[in-house]
């Protein structure tokens, strides 16, 4: 009775159905790489996963495998595993930052709500993924797809939320937010 009972745990899953559910994934890039042998070549594929909530948390993996759904699931795992919580203001960031990864360098401004994500390509799956639904961007140099998309999450953990600059600099929490979090001055002198 009691080994019926430890194969019954065994067998649950270790992560509830319902996170791994919620989970968005999207395959941002498909490449047929060549490894160089003793006989001639021998290829594969390299798959670029970007997983996300779309409520800040964001990861991205890359999967290599002779089969294209085989690296898809390497890539997903490995997206899952790396997983990185992001701070957002509401629907976008809260502040402008660059960043490069390899070759690549990525411009994050934040953006009023209706906005919407004007972004391309890698940059556009990885926001989109972690949640952020109004944000301006620029990406410049390398147009290696790897390189945008580590360079946006890049740029996404390094930043920080209001209240933490608020308190790293010493100023209200109000003087730090974005113009349009703020509250109008009309309505602070009506409070009083």
Not at 22 to 31: A, P
Not at 73 to 85: F, I, L, P, Y
Not at 92 to 110: D, F, N, Q, R, S
Request: positive net charge.
């Amino acid at each position: 009775r009691d080994n019926r009972d430890n194969r019954d745990r065994d067998r649950e899953p270790r992560e509830p159905r319902e996170e791994q559910e919620e989970l968005e994934e999207r395959v941002i890039d498909i490449k047929r790489v060549a490894k160089v042998i003793k006989g001639g070549r021998r290829f594969a594929f390299r798959t670029v996963v970007v997983v996300g909530d779309g409520k800040g948390r964001v990861g991205i993996g890359v999967g290599k495998a002779r089969a294209v759904p085989d690296s898809i699931r390497k890539g997903t795992d490995r997206a899952r595993r790396k997983m990185s919580t992001i701070s957002l203001a509401g629907t976008t960031i809260p502040h402008p930052v660059t960043a490069e990864y390899g070759g690549a360098k990525v411009l994050l401004k934040p953006a009023a709500p209706g906005t919407g994500v004007i972004a391309g390509g890698g940059v556009r799956a990885v926001l989109e993924a972690v949640g952020v639904h109004d944000i301006l961007t620029k990406s410049q140099g390398s147009g290696n797809l790897v390189n945008v998309a580590m360079a946006t999450l890049t740029a996404l953990e390094s930043l920080r939320s209001s209240e933490e600059t608020a308190a790293m600099r010493g100023k209200p929490v109000n003087e730090v937010r974005p113009f349009w979090e703020r509250p109008r001055r009309d309505e602070v002198t009506t409070k009083e």
